[in-house]
C-alpha cells in the first residue's frame, strides 16, 4: 500500500511539474507573439484645377493638392487618355502642387486623371477632369514633327523639364 502512494505522489508531482513548465512555455509564446499594429489611412481624392482649353503646342498647368488623414507625405500620379506620366513627389501633405505638361497631341477633348498616394503606398480614389486641346497656328519644325510622330519623347521631356 505504501509503495502505490509514493507511486500516486511521485506521478502527481511530476504531472504536475509538466503543467508548470506547460503553462511557462504557453506564456512565453503569447507574449512574443505581440505586435506593433499601424493603421494607414490613404489620402483624400486630389482636388484638381486646370483650364478648361489649352492650345497645342503650350503647357498645360495643373494644379493638385490633397490632404493625408496621417499627415504623410504624398505622391501624385498624372494620366491622360491613358498616357501615365508615373508617380511625382512626395510634396508635405496640404501642400498644393504645379505639374505641366507640353500638349503636343492633336486638337480634341481630352481626360485628365489625378491619383495621390502616402508614403506609405496607401492610394486615394482618382479625380477625373476634361480639358480641349486647341488648333495652334500651322508651326513647321523638325522637333516638333519628331515629337507628333514620337509620342513617349513628351514623356521623357516633362520628366528632364520637373527635375
Not at 507511486?7 to 505581440?34: D, G, P, R, Y
Not at 489649352?54 to 493638392?65: D, P
Not at 496640404?94 to 486623371?113: D, F, N, W
Request: with cysteine.
Amino acid at each position: 500500500m505504501k509503495k502505490k502512494i509514493c507511486t500516486i505522489v511521485i506521478c502527481t508531482l511530476f504531472i504536475a511539474t509538466l503543467a508548470s513548465f506547460q503553462t511557462s512555455a504557453t506564456n512565453c509564446e503569447k507574449e512574443s507573439k505581440i505586435s506593433k499594429i499601424v493603421l494607414n489611412s490613404p489620402p483624400d481624392i486630389p482636388t484638381v484645377e486646370i483650364p478648361e482649353n489649352v492650345v497645342r503646342g503650350h503647357w498645360l498647368y495643373i494644379i493638385v493638392s490633397t490632404i493625408d488623414p496621417d499627415n504623410d507625405n504624398v505622391y501624385y500620379k498624372f494620366d491622360i487618355d491613358g498616357n501615365d506620366y508615373g508617380w511625382v513627389g512626395p510634396f508635405n501633405s496640404g501642400q498644393e502642387h504645379t505639374e505641366k505638361i507640353i500638349m503636343l497631341v492633336p486638337a480634341g477633348s481630352y481626360t485628365l486623371g489625378v491619383q495621390a498616394k502616402d508614403i506609405n503606398g496607401a492610394e486615394s480614389g482618382v479625380t477625373y477632369s476634361i480639358f480641349n486641346v486647341l488648333k495652334s497656328k500651322h508651326v513647321s519644325s523638325p522637333l516638333i514633327n519628331l515629337l507628333q510622330h514620337h509620342p513617349n519623347l513628351i514623356k521623357i521631356i516633362n520628366k528632364i523639364i520637373n527635375l
